[in-house]
């Protein structure tokens, strides 16, 4: 029975280690930007529009895909002295505990994502990206990204709010679906690497 769940978590871990991946890409591309920032505001001193509003925005793309990375691999900050006690001593309770701990965490997760959901399809759908016209596939795309509901300030920054909620959704439901195995595998296995064992 594990092995057919390992089986089943091994693509679910691929995909958190995925988007891991494109928050750190979206670091990288953070990082150019300020030190272009500060290059042109202190040299040329012409600083870019909008950099604040790209950081606030790069900053929920980064937390929320690197999040369930950061559940796969127990890197999540929590209390866990008692946790770690009842385990060396009462490996049994301290098994029950950890699980117990994850399926509440499953819950929570479970119940934002029932609730972000229907927030991103709302802020996709006020695009109207179906909507028909004659300028065209991309000229219908530019007016669709015209009337997305979106963050920033007009004339200087905005982008779709779509992206960032799509991102938000995406991580607490992958958390879910981890914690979701952990519970079902226990807390201290589940971190699997590419040839299907388990080095915790």
């Known amino acids: 029975m594990q092995a057919q769940i390992r ?8 995909v958190a280690i995925l988007a891991n991946t494109i928050g750190t890409i979206v670091i990288f591309a953070l990082v150019a930007i300020m030190n272009v ?3 042109a ?21 980064i937390v929320f895909l690197q999040l ?32 117990l701990i994850d399926f509440a965490a499953f819950v929570f997760m479970a119940l934002i994502a ?6 991103f399809f709302e802020s996709y759908e006020s695009c109207q ?20 509901e979106y963050f920033g300030t007009p004339g200087i920054f905005t982008a779709p709010w779509w992206p960032a909620k799509l991102a938000i959704s995406f991580s607490v439901t992958l958390c879910a679906i981890i914690f979701l195995f952990k519970t079902l595998m226990g807390t201290r296995n589940p971190v699997l690497v590419d040839d299907g064992e388990s080095p915790v």
Do not use: H, Q
């Open 114 to 119: 029932w609730t972000v959901w229907p927030e």
């Open 129 to 148: 990206f179906g909507l028909g016209g004659d300028a065209g596939f991309f000229g219908n795309m530019v007016n669709g990204f015209a009337r997305c």
């Open 41 to 61: 505001r202190g040299i040329f001193n012409a600083p870019l529009r909008g950099v604040v509003e790209v950081v606030i925005f790069s900053l929920v793309l």
């Open 37 to 39: 920032d500060v290059v």
């Open 68 to 99: 369930p990375d950061v559940v796969r691999s127990n890197r999540l900050t929590r209390s866990d002295g008692f946790l770690v006690l009842a385990e060396n001593r009462f490996p049994k309770f301290g098994d029950f505990l950890t699980r």
């Open 7 to 14: 089986r089943i978590y091994s693509p679910i871990v691929g």
